[in-house]
């Protein structure tokens, strides 16, 4: 409504698909819910207006504003990201209202915000009376506190609930009434600044704790406030059924409707404490015992962050190729990046630790996961070029069309380092660096006129086990082995970044033997099983089809309706291929030392190939390793 400028009293459903997700109350007095359809919607009230939510178009790099999208479910992807925007704004909003000093503000969905008022309403409270501040009389805690004015409240146009039945509004207010006056106050002072910079109206529930202030906020609506003072718990919550309090629906709430048959709260008061343990446990049966008396411990929790962000598609019909799969993996990807940017990941205030991908074929369904490099910031091809190689990975174990549901999510969260110290801070400008010069030039210049210290005389090594061994140039493979180590030692340096595709082998040529000894099968017979013969293996049934294809680059014969996946399998191989050579350091290295097989069968300073048979009289081999 805010976004389209639609007036107040318009009735306005946002649609998704064939279906209606939200309704707004003008539209509500017609009769309208979230369950009925868009035809019947239309047919009850036919000056509603229908605005489908923001998607993703597959092939778009940003999400928008489709009139058509729901005639194109198999190539769009719901965007919430709209409603995260205005969910930070307002988020943003209450915090800038409140106190820095003493604001705790809990997010508990894209909709909803607790707000702990304690510190903030204590401080007003010894503001406004100040002999509440003072010691107590004659330094006696236990005496009782003097009775508040009874001008102190205000409740403005607030829904006050009423007092509990042994309760009148004629008896004298105490402290905790005052307390929640001003947190009203507080309250009515957020709505109207929301309203005003941002023309969202908010409705609100004020009391004790937060289950009783959550039941609060839905009791009036819309734009309402509702007060639940602590004498009027009791009597409020007497209304309600046990299921609608937060963590008693679902299957909980299921069992305690079935062991007592009743869902409200009032009948279930009249059980004992011992037969709520005895029925549910001792700790449950203590839980919903207090619950429903209107005790909550749970505390604000202001540092609330998510562990894992998630962006995934369901396909109707399913997709059957690695590049339309590729086009969804970039939406994955930008919709990820926009609530990682969010969360600081650009500031390197918060990063990710690893990638997954989830893909589902048929009833399997295949997971692959990588490390997201660190050291540098993320950006979207990063993720982009990762999420590639976690598909090409799906592709290459066989059988991954047709494919009914992609996800990508990233997760394992960690804090970025903090208080670093940017390069320019090590940086000297402007007049300071003209005076640093000159001061190193004339110390230069001193320098110049003081003898260099006589040279250190390099020492001989006489001994030990370089005794036993030639020159360092006496090697006949030319270089020391020295030299060979330390290039080898440099070269495996290189390699330590974990490969982010599983390694594969080609099969070896026809006529060749394997490690232990046994013929390898030519790959052009049927016995088979090199790693061309993946996505035949991994389906375990081959449909028999009169139509044949042959591979060109595999010479392979083929059912026609396996071609395009052994085409993709074929485009994941070449992608393995590009990245694992590029992933090779690119300097030259001297001849590799031997290996210890070579070794066994080689004499020093003798040429490759050359045996010894056994040692020489008087000498013995040295045992290393």
């Given at each position: 409504?805010?976004?389209?400028?639609?007036?107040?009293?318009?009735?306005?459903?946002?649609?998704?698909?064939?279906?209606?997700?939200?309704?707004?109350?003008?539209?509500?007095?017609?009769?309208?819910?979230?369950?009925?359809?868009?035809?019947?919607?239309?047919?009850?009230?036919?000056?509603?207006?229908?605005?489908?939510?923001?998607?993703?178009?597959?092939?778009?790099?940003?999400?928008?504003?489709?009139?058509?999208?729901?005639?194109?479910?198999?190539?769009?992807?719901?965007?919430?990201?709209?409603?995260?925007?205005?969910?930070?704004?307002?988020?943003?909003?209450?915090?800038?209202?409140?106190?820095?000093?003493?604001?705790?503000?809990?997010?508990?969905?894209?909709?909803?915000?607790?707000?702990?008022?304690?510190?903030?309403?204590?401080?007003?409270?010894?503001?406004?009376?100040?002999?509440?501040?003072?010691?107590?009389?004659?330094?006696?805690?236990?005496?009782?506190?003097?009775?508040?004015?009874?001008?102190?409240?205000?409740?403005?146009?607030?829904?006050?609930?009423?007092?509990?039945?042994?309760e009148t509004e004629d008896d004298d207010p105490d402290w905790d009434d005052v307390v929640m006056s001003i947190a009203s106050e507080i309250v009515r002072d957020i709505r109207r600044k929301v309203y005003e910079r941002l023309h969202y109206t908010c409705s609100a529930g004020v009391a004790k704790n937060k289950m009783v202030a959550k039941l609060g906020s839905g009791h009036k609506k819309p734009n309402n406030q509702t007060i639940v003072r602590n004498r009027a718990v009791q009597q409020f919550l007497s209304d309600f059924k046990f299921t609608k309090i937060r963590n008693l629906?679902?299957?909980?709430?299921?069992?305690?409707?079935?062991?007592?048959?009743?869902?409200?709260?009032?009948?279930?008061?009249?059980?004992?404490?011992?037969?709520?343990?005895?029925?549910?446990?001792?700790?449950?049966?203590?839980?919903?015992?207090?619950?429903?008396?209107?005790?909550?411990?749970?505390?604000?929790?202001?540092?609330?962050?998510?562990?894992?962000?998630?962006?995934?598609?369901?396909?109707?019909?399913?997709?059957?190729?690695?590049?339309?799969?590729?086009?969804?993996?970039?939406?994955?990807?930008?919709?990820?990046?926009?609530?990682?940017?969010?969360?600081?990941?650009?500031?390197?205030?918060?990063?990710?630790?690893?990638?997954?991908?989830?893909?589902?074929?048929?009833?399997?369904?295949?997971?692959?996961?990588?490390?997201?490099?660190?050291?540098?910031?993320?950006?979207?091809?990063?993720?982009?070029?990762?999420?590639?190689?976690?598909?090409?990975?799906?592709?290459?174990?066989?059988?991954?069309?047709?494919?009914?549901?992609?996800?990508?999510?990233?997760?394992?969260?960690?804090?970025?380092?903090?208080?670093?110290?940017?390069?320019?801070?090590?940086?000297?400008?402007?007049?300071?660096?003209?005076?640093?010069?000159?001061?190193?030039?004339?110390?230069?210049?001193?320098?110049?006129?003081?003898?260099?210290?006589?040279?250190?005389?390099?020492?001989?090594?006489?001994?030990?086990?370089?005794?036993?061994?030639?020159?360092?140039?006496?090697?006949?493979?030319?270089?020391?082995?020295?030299?060979?180590?330390?290039?080898?030692?440099?070269?495996?340096?290189?390699?330590?970044?974990?490969?982010?595709?599983?390694?594969?082998?080609?099969?070896?040529?026809?006529?060749?033997?394997?490690?232990?000894?046994?013929?390898?099968?030519?790959?052009?017979?049927?016995?088979?099983?090199?790693?061309?013969?993946?996505?035949?293996?991994?389906?375990?049934?081959?449909?028999?089809?009169?139509?044949?294809?042959?591979?060109?680059?595999?010479?392979?014969?083929?059912?026609?309706?396996?071609?395009?996946?052994?085409?993709?399998?074929?485009?994941?191989?070449?992608?393995?291929?590009?990245?694992?050579?590029?992933?090779?350091?690119?300097?030259?290295?001297?001849?590799?030392?031997?290996?210890?097989?070579?070794?066994?069968?080689?004499?020093?300073?003798?040429?490759?190939?050359?045996?010894?048979?056994?040692?020489?009289?008087?000498?013995?081999?040295?045992?290393?390793?």
């Amino acid at each position: 409504m805010v976004r389209l400028n639609i007036s107040p009293d318009q009735p306005l459903a946002v649609q998704q698909w064939q279906g209606l997700i939200a309704i707004n109350y003008p539209a509500r007095a017609y009769g309208l819910n979230r369950h009925v359809t868009i035809s019947e919607a239309k047919k009850q009230c036919p000056d509603i207006i229908c605005q489908h939510v923001a998607t993703w178009k597959e092939g778009d790099e940003k999400w928008a504003y489709h009139d058509d999208a729901f005639q194109h479910m198999d190539t769009h992807k719901v965007s919430l990201d709209p409603y995260r925007k205005e969910s930070r704004r307002i988020l943003a909003l209450i915090k800038e209202v409140l106190p820095a000093d003493c604001q705790r503000v809990e997010k508990a969905s894209i909709d909803e915000v607790f707000v702990d008022l304690s510190a903030q309403a204590h401080q007003i409270l010894l503001k406004r009376y100040p002999m509440l501040d003072g010691p107590a009389p004659y330094d006696d805690p236990t005496e009782q506190l003097p009775r508040p004015p009874t001008t102190a409240l205000d409740w403005d146009t607030d829904a006050l609930i009423d007092l509990d039945t042994n309760e009148t509004e004629d008896d004298d207010p105490d402290w905790d009434d005052v307390v929640m006056s001003i947190a009203s106050e507080i309250v009515r002072d957020i709505r109207r600044k929301v309203y005003e910079r941002l023309h969202y109206t908010c409705s609100a529930g004020v009391a004790k704790n937060k289950m009783v202030a959550k039941l609060g906020s839905g009791h009036k609506k819309p734009n309402n406030q509702t007060i639940v003072r602590n004498r009027a718990v009791q009597q409020f919550l007497s209304d309600f059924k046990f299921t609608k309090i937060r963590n008693l629906g679902g299957k909980l709430g299921d069992e305690v409707v079935a062991a007592f048959n009743t869902d409200t709260v009032e009948e279930l008061l009249e059980v004992p404490m011992e037969q709520l343990k005895k029925q549910l446990g001792d700790d449950t049966g203590s839980w919903i015992y207090n619950i429903i008396r209107g005790e909550d411990q749970s505390e604000v929790n202001p540092r609330t962050q998510i562990k894992s962000m998630l962006s995934a598609k369901s396909f109707r019909p399913s997709i059957n190729s690695f590049e339309i799969g590729l086009r969804w993996l970039r939406i994955f990807v930008a919709d990820i990046f926009s609530r990682l940017v969010e969360e600081g990941v650009l500031e390197n205030k918060r990063r990710p630790k690893t990638i997954n991908l989830h893909h589902r074929q048929g009833a399997q369904t295949r997971s692959k996961q990588a490390p997201i490099p660190g050291g540098r910031t993320i950006d979207e091809n990063g993720l982009f070029e990762l999420a590639k190689s976690l598909l090409a990975q799906v592709v290459v174990d066989g059988r991954a069309w047709p494919c009914a549901n992609l996800s990508l999510s990233v997760g394992g969260f960690e804090d970025g380092p903090t208080g670093n110290k940017g390069i320019g801070g090590f940086l000297v400008r402007g007049e300071e660096a003209k005076v640093a010069n000159s001061s190193s030039r004339s110390l230069a210049e001193r320098e110049d006129m003081i003898p260099p210290p006589p040279g250190k005389r390099r020492k001989v090594d006489e001994g030990g086990i370089r005794s036993f061994f030639g020159s360092r140039h006496e090697s006949s493979e030319g270089g020391s082995e020295r030299e060979d180590s330390d290039s080898l030692f440099v070269h495996d340096k290189t390699t330590e970044e974990p490969s982010l595709v599983e390694q594969t082998f080609d099969p070896p040529p026809s006529g060749q033997r394997d490690l232990d000894g046994h013929d390898i099968p030519d790959d052009n017979h049927n016995n088979s099983v090199g790693v061309s013969e993946v996505p035949q293996i991994a389906t375990g049934y081959q449909e028999p089809s009169l139509e044949q294809y042959k591979c060109e680059r595999c010479n392979k014969s083929l059912p026609v309706t396996q071609r395009v996946e052994h085409e993709d399998w074929h485009f994941a191989r070449d992608l393995q291929a590009v990245e694992s050579a590029s992933a090779q350091p690119q300097t030259p290295h001297p001849p590799p030392k031997p290996t210890l097989q070579q070794s066994k069968g080689k004499g020093r300073g003798r040429p490759s190939g050359t045996a010894v048979s056994k040692s020489e009289k008087g000498q013995r081999k040295l045992a290393f390793g």
